[in-house]
């Protein structure tokens, strides 16, 4: 079976603040996929980020970042100077065979 | 590129009514499922079609939900009858046929959000 865990139920922050969103996984299987989507108000689930197991490289897309730690069963989500847009709800996922299985959610809130 | 439109957005029944939904997913993508979200929670899988066939339906209420992809393109989730915990947000995502299976990311719709009361 797996698992993806996300602890952090709500986050709220103050615009400019760095904020980390935490996500644990579960799985048996040596080869898998982690992903990260936001789920703005509007409903629609927008995807963020793939990450293979084989790569444990840390990921910079402008003011998002991911780690990515096996060792830990970690894939954790950095939005750095976080701005009012970021409010979101975020989902960790993990895909084996085509199944998709998501976290619970961390719901952001960037206050201005 | 239009995106994977589904309808109607917002729809409010009665227990034991029945309800239906529609998705018309990105042209191409041969993959196509149906999740439910319930408030405060993740996505869960409730059916997944590879054209128009069944992939996974294990976690599908068979005694009350149904769902098909006649043409392997736009599909139909029903509800019937519905209860109270029916109540969520029913969203379609498609996906592009990969060599890899599990290396493609979803693509999803705004979902329908059902109210039952």
């Known amino acids: 079976a797996q698992k993806v865990t996300q602890a952090q139920t709500e986050i709220s922050v103050v615009e400019k603040e760095d904020v980390t969103l935490d996500c644990v996984y579960e799985?048996?299987?040596?080869?898998?996929?982690l992903f990260w989507y936001k789920q703005p108000p509007s409903g629609e689930l927008v995807f963020l980020i793939r990450r293979n197991s084989f790569d444990e490289q840390n990921e910079i897309s402008g003011r998002y970042s991911w780690n990515f730690q096996k060792s830990t069963s970690s894939f954790n989500f950095t939005i750095t100077a976080s701005q009012v847009v970021d409010s979101a709800v975020y989902f960790c996922?993990?895909?084996?065979?085509?199944?998709?299985?998501f976290g619970e959610g961390t719901q952001l809130t960037v206050n201005p | 590129e239009a995106g994977v439109a589904q309808s109607p957005r917002y729809k409010i029944i009665e227990k034991r009514q029945s309800v239906a939904f529609w998705c018309n997913p990105i042209s191409g993508h041969a993959t196509l499922y149906w999740y439910q979200q319930i408030l405060g929670q993740g996505p869960k899988l409730l059916i997944q079609f590879q054209n128009n066939g069944v992939v996974d339906d294990s976690q599908l209420p068979k005694d009350r939900f149904s769902a098909e992809r006649l043409k392997g393109v736009d599909s139909t989730l029903k509800i019937q009858p519905a209860k109270l915990e029916d109540s969520a947000v029913y969203l379609c995502a498609s996906r592009p046929i990969q060599r890899t299976p599990n290396t493609g990311e979803l693509f999803f719709g705004e979902g329908s959000r059902l109210t039952v009361l």
């Open positions: 799985t048996r299987d040596t080869t898998y996929y």
């Open positions: 996922a993990l895909i084996r065979g085509s199944r998709l299985t």
